[in-house]
């Protein structure tokens, strides 16, 4: 069975506090909130949902990716070389990164 459409002006009021922009803009500016920023773990543990135990065994020590992260080796994490120091992940790189190996470190 076909349906017939019948062409009507829809009218749509829009909050004054609201604003229409296209998905591909969203994602731009999305992104942007990311560039300059630098997570602590505490931001890490936000953005994977796991606790600092399980993301440094699964994520920052495995060789396989700490040879890929560490700034020491041209990658974009900081690891803390005495107590006191903190953590610092490059929010750009590190959010690409988990999305890159979102299959390998989670079915690890």
């Keep these: 069975m076909q349906q017939q459409l019948i062409s ?27 560039t300059g920023a630098y997570w602590s773990m505490k931001d890490l543990e936000k953005r994977t949902n ?8 699964n994520i920052l020590y495995p060789e396989r990716f700490k040879k890929v992260l560490d700034v020491n080796h041209g990658g974009f994490v900081f690891y803390p070389k005495s107590k006191g120091q ?7 790189k590190m959010a690409k990164f988990l999305d890159d190996y979102f299959q390998e470190i989670f079915s690890s």
């Design 86 to 92: 903190t953590w610092s992940f490059h929010a750009v």
């Design 50 to 57: 796991k606790k600092h135990e399980w993301i440094k065994e």
């Design 8 to 34: 009507t002006n829809v009218v749509i009021q829009i909050p004054s506090d609201y604003v229409v922009i296209s998905k591909t803009e969203f994602e731009e500016l999305k992104q942007q909130e990311l």
